[in-house]
Nanobody
Framework: QVQLVESGGGLVQFGGSLRLSCAVS????????MGWYRQAAGKERELVAR????????NYADSVKGRFTISRDNAKATVYLQMNSLKPEDTAVYYC???????????WGQGTQVTVSS
């Protein structure tokens, strides 16, 4: 069973930065496009960034474009999310999984809480 372990969240002031990490168990990681998702209180989970298996191509939600950067290290089976210029509306629990509902790992990680104060 693949495990997803997110880390790196915390409390940060408006305009601050955080770097999230997601460690993925299993050798299948290098074959999968991955995504970072977030879920704010009372809202549905949304995909904010995705990256191809080779790490060459990335895509972002309009709300984070130009501020967030997704990357991956296939040797470490880890995907990262560098978040800069954080805003209060970025406050959410952040999760990683594959980039498509069709390939999602069944069991999500615990997520990592990001709270941005104004």
């Amino acid at each position: 069973q693949v495990q997803l372990v997110e880390s790196g969240g915390g409390l940060v002031q408006f305009g601050g930065s955080l770097r999230l990490s997601c460690a993925v168990s299993g050798s299948i990681f290098r074959m999968l496009a991955m995504g970072w998702y977030r879920q704010a209180a009372g809202k549905e989970r949304e995909l904010v960034a995705r990256i191809t298996p080779d790490g060459i191509s990335t895509n972002y939600a309009d709300s984070v474009k130009g501020r967030f950067t997704i990357s991956r290290d296939n040797a470490k089976a880890t995907v990262y999310l560098q978040m800069n210029s954080l805003k209060p509306e970025d406050t959410a629990v952040y999760y990683c999984n594959t980039d498509s509902r069709r390939t999602w790992f069944t069991i999500w990680g615990q997520g990592t809480q990001v709270t941005v104060s104004s």
